[in-house]
């Protein structure tokens, strides 16, 4: 069943975001006014930042499928820890501030890339690479996959694996990978094929529910409400909307003086995930153009 998530046309207005926006509009301010114009991640770690609080290997041999709103299971946080996740990147006017403010708390996350974002602006995937971060695939177009025939879905999650590998040349990783369904539109075929190859499957825990149109601080409070509430979890935002990319210097600001730590996870190295079964590790079940390594 999809999730009526991203990019939807269908709905036009936040209904749940609405409210007392006021009390965040200094927050946003003040962070307007002091974020520095240039952060880099190699000065981190960096005191006073929220910085990332540990690294967690996700296997897919443990947790092939992970996020409580698609899945039964989800990663294995403690009390306020959160994974920041960025879906449908990259494009530049608003991923760019992303990673400039993810660099200036010293914050690790994982970008969903669409892997023909990713043929359009490679550099922006090196630099997502470059500072850190983890890169999973979002499929070559953003199609509802479970509105396509096995052959096509499989198409669409091949090549944009390809279109990734492409971009990132000789940065790619030697792990395994990530993965999410656009609209989180999966099928059981299609996950089990996944699995197969040694792919964790991300679905998330929460989100801001940010493919609406809303402001900066209807985002944040939505947002923000909704975490108080869970107190942890897989956190879905979209690099591509300006709204996010405007409201993250305070929601990252509003995680460090809550007490919230960011967990940054990555894929199993490439050779633990091939060591599946005989006839269904990556390399035998690898598509064309995306080797695994
Ligand atoms: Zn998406």
């Not at 023909?116 to 177009?141: C, D």
Request: hydrophobic share 45%; net charge neutral.
């Amino acid at each position: 069943m999809a999730t009526q998530i991203c990019d939807s046309s269908s709905v036009t207005r936040v209904r749940d975001a609405r409210g007392p926006a006021r009390r965040f509009k200094h927050i946003l301010i003040a962070v307007f006014m002091t974020a520095p114009v240039l952060a880099h991640a190699a000065d981190c770690p960096r005191e006073g930042t929220l910085g990332t609080s540990r690294t967690l290997v996700v296997d897919t041999k443990e947790s092939p499928r992970v996020g409580l709103k698609s899945f039964p299971h989800t990663l294995a946080l403690e009390d306020k820890e959160v994974v920041l996740t960025f879906d449908d990147g990259p494009l530049p006017a608003t991923t760019n501030k992303i990673l400039t403010a993810l660099a200036a708390e010293c914050v690790q996350a994982t970008f969903f890339i669409v892997g023909r974002n990713a043929q359009s602006y490679p550099q922006i995937l090196k630099a997502e690479i470059k500072a850190g971060h983890t890169i999973g695939n979002h499929t070559w177009s953003h199609q509802m996959l479970d509105h396509l025939d096995e052959t096509h879905a499989l198409e669409e999650i091949n090549k944009g694996f390809a279109a990734d590998d492409a971009a990132l040349g000789a940065l790619k990783p030697a792990t395994a990978q990530f993965f999410r369904f656009p609209y989180f539109a999966s099928t059981p075929a299609l996950l089990d094929n996944l699995q197969s190859r040694g792919v964790v499957v991300f679905g998330a825990d929460l989100w801001a529910s940010d493919w609406l149109p809303m402001t900066p601080q209807q985002e944040l409070e939505l947002l923000t409400q909704r975490l108080s509430q869970v107190r942890k979890g897989i956190i879905l935002l979209h690099d591509t909307k300006i709204h996010t990319a405007a409201m993250l210097p305070a929601f990252l600001r509003y995680l460090k003086t809550n007490g919230y730590k960011v967990v940054h996870v990555v894929p199993a190295p490439l050779k633990a995930a091939s060591a599946a079964p005989a006839g269904n590790s990556l390399a035998a079940n690898a598509p064309q153009g995306h080797t695994g390594n």
